[in-house]
Nanobody, 123 residues
Framework: QVQLVESGGGWVQAGGSLRLSCAAS????????MGWFRQAPGKEREFVAA????????YYAESVKGRFTISRDNAKNTVYLQANSLKPEDTAVYYC????????????????WGQGTQVTVSS
């Protein structure tokens, strides 16, 4: 069992930055691939970024490539999402997720989810 708690969301003007964190419980964090997803009102949950167990493989949605960076610190049981050059269309609730396998863009393949953190970007 893995429990995930996101933090770091908030309000920011367009062009600004936020750093989201996702803290995981349990001693097996390093065996999980981690993903970040987001969901805007009235829209489907969409893939943002994912990272493999040791940070050696990272994957991004085209919409955030070059602006967002996913990373992890297995010693701290934490995964991060550095979001730069934020745009109003990045406004959403951001969720982290864990799966005991390789990273995937499909949210249905993730086993554990956090409660989400709101990111609001104003123009």
């Amino acid at each position: 069992q893995v429990q995930l708690v996101e933090s770091g969301g908030g309000w920011v003007q367009a062009g600004g930055s936020l750093r989201l964190s996702c803290a995981a419980s349990g001693r097996t964090f390093s065996s999980y691939a981690m993903g970040w997803f987001r969901q805007a009102p009235g829209k489907e949950r969409e893939f943002v970024a994912a990272i493999n167990w040791n940070g050696g493989g990272t994957y991004y949605a085209e919409s955030v490539k070059g602006r967002f960076t996913i990373s992890r610190d297995n010693a701290k049981n934490t995964v991060y999402l550095q979001a730069n050059s934020l745009k109003p269309e990045d406004t959403a609730v951001y969720y982290c997720a864990a799966r005991r396998s390789v990273p995937t863009v499909n949210p249905d393949r993730y086993d554990y989810w956090g409660q989400g953190t709101q990111v609001t970007v104003s123009s």
